[in-house]
């Protein structure tokens, strides 16, 4: 019984990582629409969201089986829970492709405002943050998670650059700001996504210290 | 002990409604700081944060205690895994009440660009989504959260008709153009506490008929 409970756990470690490389995989694929201006890439992302959906339910009601089935205890608990909180804000980041997909729908019906350089810059941090947040929580990684934490200042700083580009764009044009302003949203999501992986990063560290970083570390 | 699991459970739930009754209060208070361009009041919401933040940390070891002392099957378990879920939306919504009381902080800088109407109705009809969540949850009022998902469409066409009105006034003067995008993030953030308020009624849709809503309403 032990044996097969931690064999499940492992299954479920994978399943989130694979869960993970999805979501990771929706940012990416939105951004190349984006830069492309494509718009069927950008209907695939929004289409593809179902499959992100399917996991939230696979790993929510797994978890909640492990838990009825095996009644864990002590860390196996904590790690149970914590996957729990995690696959929500896994589902919440591919929401986040979604919201950019819809943006880059409309943004592809007018000329392009400017070349994108900083938002590519900003999505590839904010997947890294994925990617790493996830690396974290499977191997109880506290030290990785802190740098996740860490890398959502540098994401910040991009979101405060691109904000202030696209006003001076704004403030030169004023036919330029419906554009801007769906860019500026852009970055607001890509925002969202970090915030998702440093909750993660944070819920990981909670998990294996047994205290609230999330609260004391802002 | 099964007595006392059960009070418990109640005990629970008071703290959780406590938790929402605060965060709804973080909303109230925000915009009462927005309208009235009341400085002190915008430090105390984010000051208060920390209250909110006490009680995520408070509620979550609870849900942890019972799920290992009690080892709960059925119903009770999803009570709490939903219990768990929940407060991480609850603290996040709170953080919004922080989030838009930093744009107050800065609009309070300048000139008022126009009265305030939409957006104090957009943060009226979040507050009461938060409130009734909550209490579809502790009652396991499904039709309840059926109409705080309803409710969210009217808070989404709030958000469009906030944003066309501050599109004009950016595109007749662009010195206009910082303060209507804070309005707008504000009504962006009003928007994501919305969003959690359903977040928290699919959850308890789900809790309770143990199909995942969330992803079929959609």
Do not use: W
């Not at 819809?102 to 997947?127: S, T």
């Not at 979101?159 to 302003?181: C, S, V, Y």
């Amino acid at each position: 019984m032990q044996r097969h409970f931690h064999e499940e756990l492992e299954a479920l470690k994978q399943t989130l990582l694979a869960m993970g490389a999805l979501v990771e995989d929706q940012i990416r694929r939105v951004m190349r629409a984006l830069v492309e201006r494509d718009d069927v890439e950008a209907r695939a992302v929004i289409e593809r969201d179902r499959e992100v959906n399917a996991y939230d339910v696979e790993v929510d009601e797994k978890c909640v089986e492990l838990l009825a089935l095996h009644q864990p205890t002590a860390g196996d608990l904590r790690f149970l829970t914590t996957a729990m909180k995690i696959v929500t804000d896994l589902e919440r980041i591919g929401d986040q492709a979604v919201n950019i997909a819809q943006r880059v729908l409309d943004l592809n019906q007018e000329a392009q405002l400017k070349p994108y350089i900083d938002l590519p810059r900003m999505a590839e941090r904010a997947q890294a943050m994925v990617k790493q947040s996830l690396d974290a929580f499977v191997a109880r990684d506290t030290d990785l998670a802190r740098r996740v934490c860490a890398a959502d200042d540098e994401v910040d700083a991009l979101k405060e650059q691109i904000f202030r580009e696209l006003l001076t764009f704004m403030m030169e044009d004023p036919r330029a700001i419906p554009r801007a302003i769906r860019l500026i949203l852009i970055s607001r999501f890509l925002e969202r996504v970090a915030d998702h992986a440093t909750n993660i990063a944070e819920m990981v560290i909670f998990m294996v210290e047994s205290r609230m970083v999330r609260h004391t570390l802002a």
